[in-house]
């Protein structure tokens, strides 16, 4: 884990949630990203959207978002992750709120709580900044076929205790839904961007893993 990634947060909650204590909010993301098990969830994965989130954030199309919120939303959407149970994203959120203490009450968090609890889903949003979050949370389907492969088979790794058949049949399901939506990527900049090669790496796994293989 990057020391800077704790500088950015310790000023982010400052912003955010001053008054809250920011070691212990720390140490609830630190068991979480840094737990034995977190192949591609873990600290690499928060880092990833930070900087691309960054690289994004002064184009016109994002102007007048709550960027410390979406930054927030990244720290915390992943923070509880337990592939045995599918209400990861609630949790996650709940620790935010439980972290932030008064400031759960702000606008900013309670924005930063909705986007956590919308990658559940992944589904269409109204509102832009929510929007900007899951494209960011999804950019890596649109990686380069070597980083897309990478990906998967840290997804694999983190559930390992799944059998190669049940994994077929479920990690299938999920990339027949992702290939079955008109937009993977709700922004306009994404989907020009990462759309095509997002679409053709799904549809590369979806292909391995209907010929029997655990993945691309």
């Not at 912003?15 to 737990?35: E, H, I, V």
């Not at 203490?101 to 509102?127: C, L, N, Q, Y």
Request: charged share 25%.
């Amino acid at each position: 884990m990057d020391a800077s990634l704790r500088t950015r947060f310790a000023e982010l909650w400052t912003r955010t949630a001053d008054g809250a204590d920011a070691q212990a909010a720390w140490r609830a993301l630190q068991s979480g990203y840094g737990a034995v098990g977190r192949h591609y969830h873990g600290w690499s994965h928060v880092a990833d959207l930070l900087a691309g989130h960054d690289a994004v954030r002064g184009m016109a199309d994002f102007t007048g978002l709550d960027h410390d919120a979406v930054d927030l939303a990244i720290f915390f959407h992943d923070a509880v992750y337990d592939t045995g149970r599918n209400d990861n994203e609630a949790r996650s959120a709940e620790l935010l709120a439980a972290q932030a203490g008064e400031a759960a009450e702000t606008d900013r968090v309670r924005a930063a709580e909705a986007m956590i609890r919308e990658t559940a889903a992944h589904g269409p949003s109204a509102d832009p900044a929510t929007r900007l979050m899951l494209d960011l949370d999804l950019a890596v389907l649109g990686a380069p076929p070597p980083a897309y492969t990478a990906y998967a088979a840290a997804i694999r790794q983190e559930y390992a205790a799944v059998p190669d058949i049940a994994w077929r049949f479920g990690r299938g399901s999920v990339l027949e839904r992702f290939l079955a939506r008109s937009r993977l990527y709700q922004t306009d900049l994404f989907h020009d961007r990462l759309e095509a090669n997002a679409r053709a790496n799904l549809a590369a796994e979806a292909a391995a893993l209907q010929s029997g293989s655990s993945g691309i």
